[in-house]
């Protein structure tokens, strides 16, 4: 089964700080996402990317970048993090774009 | 864009009660995954059934592709299936549309 690990499992912040969270999968999957869960929304989809250097948005992009250095890695960065950014962070893998994903276990943040 | 609903948003059973959750879609769907999402906040999925039916343990899925919806069957319920169920389908662009989820508590 994909191992998909995350880390910090949980940042605080103020608000117009600097956040980096990093995503690694061990399974040589193509495809990688960065998702936000909130209360009332579900997950929605910030960014992803189906390989080094490749970068897709998501459905909810602003404020944030991402950045996928190798295939393992995937990286959400976050700026000048803002109180509405405050949420449970999920990064994902699969191997093709319509294939099961496979999730880390999150990142909570807090940004105060 | 697609939209997915899933009902009932909560429900609560006693334990060894079989649970039936709900999935409807706005339009068709080439894929679609049930996740679980435990109390602490993890996600794992459970089954991947765009069409017909498919069993794991005690979990029976059947799509119903022409008609935009599925359903999660989960026999014989035990306490620790106690969390958040969550349905998404694949759109066009291979990202998932999520629902909100059904939040299921098994009363032992």
């Known amino acids: 089964e994909a191992a998909v690990t995350q880390s910090p499992r949980n940042k605080v912040t103020v608000t117009g700080g600097n956040v980096t969270l990093s995503c690694r999968q061990t399974?040589?999957?193509?495809?990688m996402y960065w998702y936000r869960q909130d209360t009332g929304h579900g997950l929605r989809l910030i960014h992803y990317?189906?390989?080094?250097?490749?970068?897709q948005i998501g459905d909810v992009p602003d404020g944030y970048k991402a950045t996928r250095t190798t295939q393992e890695d995937f990286f959400l960065l976050l700026e000048l993090a803002s109180p509405s950014q405050t949420s449970l962070y999920f990064c994902?893998?699969?191997?093709?774009?319509?294939?099961?994903?496979?999730f880390g276990p999150g990142t909570r943040l807090l940004v105060l | 864009g697609q939209q997915v609903q899933q009902s009932p948003s909560s429900l609560v059973l006693q334990e060894g009660e079989n649970a039936e959750l709900q999935c409807n879609f706005s339009?068709?769907?080439?894929?679609l995954q049930w996740f679980y999402q435990s109390p602490g906040g993890s996600l794992v999925s459970l089954l991947s059934?765009?069409?017909?039916?498919k069993h794991t343990g005690r979990l029976t899925s059947t799509t119903v592709t022409k008609e935009r919806r599925s359903s999660l069957h989960i026999s014989s319920s035990q306490t620790t299936d106690s969390g958040t169920y969550l349905c998404?389908?694949?759109?066009?662009?291979?990202?998932?549309?999520w629902g909100s989820g059904t939040k299921l508590i098994i009363k032992p």
């Open positions: 998404a389908i694949g759109a066009s662009n291979y990202q998932l549309i």
């Open positions: 990317s189906y390989g080094a250097g490749n970068l």
């Open positions: 399974n040589s999957h193509n495809y």
């Open positions: 994902a893998s699969s191997d093709g774009g319509g294939d099961t994903q496979y």
């Open positions: 339009s068709t769907a080439t894929q």
């Open positions: 059934n765009p069409s017909g039916t």
